[in-house]
């Protein structure tokens, strides 16, 4: 187990439970081994993620990608019962206050980014981000049937902010 790691997990546990205080617990538990083990690695692929895990928290590497995949699917497809879904359009208010407060308070301006990415004509991920140094930081998405109409970009704006 890699210690010093293993401290700075447990401390980016405690601040996504902190900021996320719409999530229970255990999902933000998860969320924060997700996301952590996405920026150690610089990669968001299951395994990869899974095996950094594993490693660090001395777990089997399928007992943390069995936890990994539960976070993310609908209740009906977990393994065990009584298991909720994660509305995840819950998870886009505090997303955004969160990052509005590292945002330097002297900074007045906050640049926005609409996108639409498809996947073949299966798919469109409507997503609208917070542009911070080049980087956009995406605070809200839905996916959509790529050649289905609806009411696109304006509803997921609606789902970040309700007046």
């Known amino acids: 187990m890699q210690i010093g790691k293993s401290e700075e997990l447990r401390q980016w546990t405690r601040k ?94 906050l640049a926005l980014a609409a996108d639409a990415s498809t996947l073949s004509d299966r798919f469109t991920v409507l997503a609208i981000s917070i542009v911070y140094r080049g980087c956009g930081i995406p605070i809200a998405w839905k996916i959509v049937e790529a050649t289905k109409p609806g009411r696109g970009l304006r509803g997921v704006i609606r789902l970040v902010y309700t007046p």
């Open 16 to 109: 996504v439970i902190e900021k996320m205080p719409n999530l229970t617990k255990p999902q933000a538990v998860v969320l924060a081994m997700w996301s952590f083990g996405i920026v150690m690695t610089q990669s968001s692929g299951l395994t990869t993620v899974s095996v950094f895990l594993a490693e660090l928290l001395g777990k089997k590497e399928n007992t943390v990608r069995q936890q990994l995949r539960e976070w993310y699917r609908d209740a009906e497809d977990k393994t065990k019962t009584g298991r909720t879904s994660l509305d995840i359009t819950t998870c886009f208010s505090p997303l955004l206050c969160w990052i509005l407060s590292l945002w330097p308070q002297n900074e007045k301006r």
